[in-house]
């Protein structure tokens, strides 16, 4: 099982990095990561995966958020973008 | 393999353009709980109930969470509890307290089944019922009632449809004090469907399963927002285009939520509505994809033709989104859960009579429409008869859910709070129908042939 971690706000120094530790803490594996900054924006989707989490999906976000504060996250399970976006 | 433009739809969707499940509704068979003595049966009911959907909210708060979508409201819908009340005998009021009871344990936001279904005619527990209905919307918050007067299999049951007058005004009167809000849970039915997980016309037919899940999609928003995104010059067949593509989006999102509630519950996944319910979030109205559409306010001349192809491509998008598609299915048009609807009306620009006609192209009838406090009960009784009649001829579901606003006029508000809204008093025809209303009797079910 995968879950989207999506994290959008102003660029600042060490967002990926604590995003990554705190998913590291989790034991949320990084499968894969893209980035872009458009102007002073950050905008970040990674894609983790969750079998052998430690925490449950709600409270890596609530980590997350208080880890890398000022910046809007989200943690949703995969299934919601495969079942949007594919037949 | 994911990419970064599909997931920031997804999450654009819901958290700018107000996409969200509008409800999780689980459907209970009460026919197990009849018995004769109707302390037992109410006992029975409440066990049942509490049993059965215990786990319901907890499940869809799991849910919301896993997925990062709100489910708006989670509700149950039981067997008409008409056909109790006939096993049972006693003061159907009874039914509706220990309804009220079971909703407060389980923690939901609605409860729909106090009704009957009378279309051909009254049997046991039906007349009782009905005239129950003033008392138990008055003396309970999350009980929703509903009275199916006509089909097209069997014509119009107008005896039921004088009563239904009455009944609705008595309602609206019995709880003038807090907004006439007893009336807002009151839904006249003509053709009512058995799997209808939205309220307040939600029951549970005796043709469904002994528990079932049923899910209710919303997302106007999202219509509004990817027809904006298009060009103005765009023709009609690719709006049409647009609006079935977003449709697809919204109706799978309904058929993950109803698919994974029903495995977590254990109980069997029974429908995905297709459907576009307005809240009254600015931003979250089917007037405004009307309007994006090309009109320049809803009630214009075009407005009919407009929510006709809508409601059509919300269909066909929602289809093939779900393995099991019922319900109501169609663009929903309820005047004041709806911010683009109260502003057309507050400017005169919607009446009642273009109401009226584009309750003929979508689903579902004249709901939640404000109507002064005065209106004589055949008025009433005239307006479901009308549009139970275009239900009938149509073959489609039509409803009628008006509020009488006690004490006040045309121009003055009622305000209801949540997701019923808030809304302006129409103006109404005033001229009586009176002698069509005391005829009673039944209008015949029309011919299925010869359809012009």
């Known amino acids: ?14 967002i990926l990095a604590k995003v990554s530790t ?66 | 393999m994911l990419n970064m433009a599909d ?38 009911v409440y066990d049942k109930i509490t049993r059965s959907a215990g786990q319901l909210v907890a499940v869809c708060e799991k849910i919301e969470k896993k997925y990062g979508i709100p489910i708006i409201n989670k509700r149950i819908s039981v067997t008409p509890i008409a056909v109790l009340a006939g096993a049972s005998g006693g003061d159907p009021v009874r039914y509706a307290l220990e309804l009220e009871q079971a909703a ?35 003396r309970t918050d999350h009980v929703c009632s509903s009275v199916n007067i006509g089909s097209t299999k069997s014509g119009i049951n107008m005896d039921a449809v004088a009563l239904m007058g009455k009944t609705v005004l008595e309602t609206a009167r019995r709880t003038a004090d807090r907004q006439c809000i007893g009336a807002a849970k009151l839904v006249v039915f003509c053709n009512a469907v058995e799997d209808n ?11 469904e399963p002994d528990l ?20 103005d010059k765009a023709d009609l067949t690719e709006v049409a285009e647009i ?14 939520v109803g698919s994974e509630a029903s495995a977590m519950l254990d109980v069997p996944f029974g429908i995905v509505d297709l459907s576009l319910a307005p809240t009254p979030a600015i931003g979250d109205s089917v007037a405004y994809i009307l309007e994006e559409i090309g009109l320049e306010q809803t009630g214009a001349c075009g407005t009919t033709a407009a929510l006709a192809m809508l409601n059509d ?10 393995s099991s598609v019922g319900g109501l299915s169609g663009a929903f048009i309820p005047v004041s859960e709806d911010a683009g609807m109260i502003d057309a009306v507050r400017s005169g620009s919607l009446t009642l009579e273009k109401l009226e006609a584009m309750t003929a192209v979508c689903s579902v009838g004249l709901d939640m429409v404000i109507l002064p406090g005065d209106t004589h009960a055949d008025v009433i009784s005239g307006l479901i008869a009308d549009e139970a009649a275009i239900g009938m001829i149509n073959g489609k579901t039509t409803a009628v859910r008006v509020i009488p606003a006690i004490g006040k006029k045309v121009g003055e508000e009622l305000e209801f709070g949540g997701l019923l809204g808030r809304g302006p008093v129409m103006e109404i025809n005033k001229k009586l129908p009176s002698k069509l209303i005391a005829r009673g009797g039944r209008i015949p079910a029309p011919l299925q042939s010869l359809r012009n």
């Open chain 1, 22 to 87: 705190t998913c590291a803490e989790a034991n949320a594996n990084v499968i894969e990561v893209t980035q872009s900054v458009l102007q002073e924006y950050f905008a970040m989707v990674m894609l983790v995966e969750i079998d052998n989490l430690t925490t449950d999906l709600t409270q890596l976000e609530e980590n997350l958020k208080k880890n890398v504060a000022g910046m809007t996250i989200h943690v949703m399970h995969e299934d919601i973008f495969n079942s949007m976006h594919r037949i």
């Open chain 2, 197 to 207: 997980p939205f309220m307040a016309g939600a029951f549970h037919g005796t043709g």
């Open chain 2, 212 to 231: 079932v899940i049923n899910v209710g999609v919303s997302g106007p928003g999202v219509v509004r927002a990817a027809l904006e995104k298009a060009s």
């Open chain 2, 7 to 44: 997931i920031m739809e997804t999450i654009t969707m819901i958290q700018d353009e107000s996409l969200d499940i509008r409800t999780v509704t689980m459907g209970i068979s009460l026919l197990d709980c009849a018995d004769g003595d109707i302390e037992k049966s109410c006992k029975k």
């Open chain 2, 313 to 322: 491509a919300v269909k066909k998008g929602g289809v093939m989104a779900s």
């Open chain 1, 1 to 14: 099982m995968k879950a989207v971690i999506t994290v959008i706000g102003k660029d600042m120094v060490g």
């Open chain 2, 243 to 256: 609006i079935k593509k977003t449709a697809f989006k919204i109706t799978r999102m309904g058929q993950l």
């Open chain 2, 104 to 138: 407060g344990t389980v923690g939901i936001n609605f409860l729909g089944g106090f009704s009957a279904l009378v279309h051909k005619g009254f049997s046991p527990g039906d007349r009782e019922l009905i005239a129950a209905i003033p008392e138990a919307l008055d």
